[in-house]
């Protein structure tokens, strides 16, 4: 990894990809964020969920929400499979890429809840796997896969796409234009 320029322990709390105990902590909170979305809008999600599967739904979807959950599952296999296609395991790959849309969805929360417009997250999918499961269960190879993956991806999770065009959402949202056109733009 240092011949690739990546510092992996850089100093007492350690570098972004240590996977160290309070990166490992940030990551749980994260988790613990996203069960908590998950849960205040279950049944949401869930009519979501089954209008984006072509069944009908009780509640009242809109149809850029049915969009963007069909978006969404396509993008996660799509990333999925470009990630075994690199040479990651389609396990790790499918944690991998859990992870970094739980990173993505609990950081454009906090922004679209917030109004805050700098937040970083502080750890990456790839070290937090790391940590969690060990380096001789994960291999050389994929890790560093997953690193130049973080690299690209996230480059620091602060200046991620997803908040930033989440909190745009939010405030046309408010001021009552249709979200669905906004969006298409």
């Given at each position: 990894l240092g011949a690739y320029g990546i510092t992996v322990y850089g100093g007492a709390g350690g570098g972004l990809?240590?996977?160290s105990l309070p990166q490992l902590f940030t990551m749980g909170a994260y988790?613990?964020?996203?069960v908590q979305i998950l849960?205040?809008?279950?049944?949401?999600?869930?009519?979501?969920?089954?209008?984006?599967?072509g069944l009908s739904a009780n509640e009242a979807i809109g149809e850029e929400a049915v969009w963007g959950g069909r978006m969404f599952a396509v993008s996660a296999v799509v990333f999925a499979l470009y990630l075994t296609t690199a040479g990651v395991g389609w396990q790790v790959a499918a944690l991998y890429t859990f992870l970094t849309f739980s990173l993505f969805l609990v950081m454009s929360r906090v922004v679209a809840e917030t109004g805050?417009?700098?937040?970083?997250a502080g750890w990456y999918p790839g070290a937090a796997l790391m940590g969690l499961m060990g380096?001789?269960?994960?291999?050389?190879?994929?890790?560093?896969?997953?690193?130049?993956f973080s690299n690209v991806m996230l480059v620091r999770p602060?200046?991620?796409?997803?908040?930033?065009?989440?909190?745009?959402l939010k405030l046309v949202?408010?001021?009552g234009v249709q979200i669905g056109r906004t969006a298409a733009c």
């Open positions: 990809y240590s996977g988790l613990a964020f996203l849960y205040t809008g279950r049944r949401y999600y869930r009519g979501v969920l089954k209008r984006a599967a805050v417009f700098f937040y970083m380096a001789g269960a994960i291999g050389p190879d994929t890790a560093i896969i997953m690193f130049m602060r200046e991620a796409l997803m908040p930033f065009l989440v909190g745009a949202d408010d001021r």
